[in-house]
């Protein structure tokens, strides 16, 4: 059965330093998402992306972050200059159009030191 | 922004019987609410899903029922098993949002003792 991917797994950071959290989608999916959860707390919409460009975005996603389709499978999230509060799980998620379930990765979880 | 609510945040069940998950949700636009079930270190993963225009949804041991006047969904587990026991997340889309925008609730950690 197809899943998305996600990589790294973990990731250990220095405040201020720039981190790239890959995610590769379900082939023919259309439409990707990128959310994260904090510990102990409820998994929060990021961004969502469509035709090579941002639909829709939270107020979390700020300057500091930004996301790329650079080739016709990867998926990434960036974080220009990590704070310490950017530490949490994040997960890729992508859907096929016309259906509603939407399909997450396994995370990456991210701390920031 | 809590436009959907998982007021329990955990539920202790005997292998056997039925889990009762619940959720609530303020915003009349969501049109598809989907239950996800989440293991520790792991991505949500898709359960079962109703449409606003149902009332219920069944797939084998789990069937979400949904009330719009109240706005109110549940999940029912029957029978519950020691493999259930995961956080489950209650999720809307819709609500005037970007296409499968999904916005979530708390999460409720469901406990199967055997």
């Known amino acids: 059965e197809p899943e998305v991917t996600q990589t790294p797994s973990h990731q250990v950071t220095q405040m201020g330093q720039e981190v790239i959290l890959r995610c590769v989608p379900i082939?023919?999916?259309?439409?990707f998402y990128w959310y994260r959860q904090i510990l102990g707390q409820k998994v929060e919409f990021l961004v969502s992306?469509?035709?090579?460009?941002?639909?829709?975005k939270s107020e979390i996603f700020d300057d500091q972050f930004s996301v790329e389709r650079p080739d016709g499978s990867n998926f990434t999230l960036k974080i220009r200059s990590t704070k310490l509060e950017d530490s949490a799980m994040y997960f890729c998620?992508?859907?096929?159009?016309?259906?509603?379930?939407?399909?997450f990765g396994p995370g990456t979880r991210l701390l920031v030191l | 922004d809590q436009q959907v609510k998982q007021n329990s945040p955990s539920l202790s069940v005997q292998e056997g019987r039925i889990s009762i998950l619940n959720c609530d949700y303020t915003n009349s636009m969501f049109d598809y609410f989907l239950w996800y079930k989440k293991y520790p270190a792991e991505g949500p993963t898709f359960l079962i899903s109703?449409?606003?225009?149902?009332d219920k949804n069944e797939d084998g041991r789990f069937t979400v029922f949904l009330n719009k006047s109240a706005k109110h969904l549940s999940l029912h587990i029957v029978p519950s098993q020691p493999g259930d026991s995961a956080v489950y997340f209650c999720?809307?889309?819709?609500?005037?949002?970007?296409?499968?925008?999904?916005?979530f609730g708390q999460g409720t950690i469901l406990t199967v003792h055997p």
């Open positions: 992306f469509y035709n090579n460009e941002i639909s829709e």
């Open positions: 109703i449409s606003s225009i149902k």
């Open positions: 999720a809307a889309l819709g609500g005037g949002t970007s296409y499968g925008k999904l916005t």
């Open positions: 998620a992508s859907l096929t159009s016309g259906q509603w379930t939407q399909y």
């Open positions: 082939s023919n999916h259309l439409y």
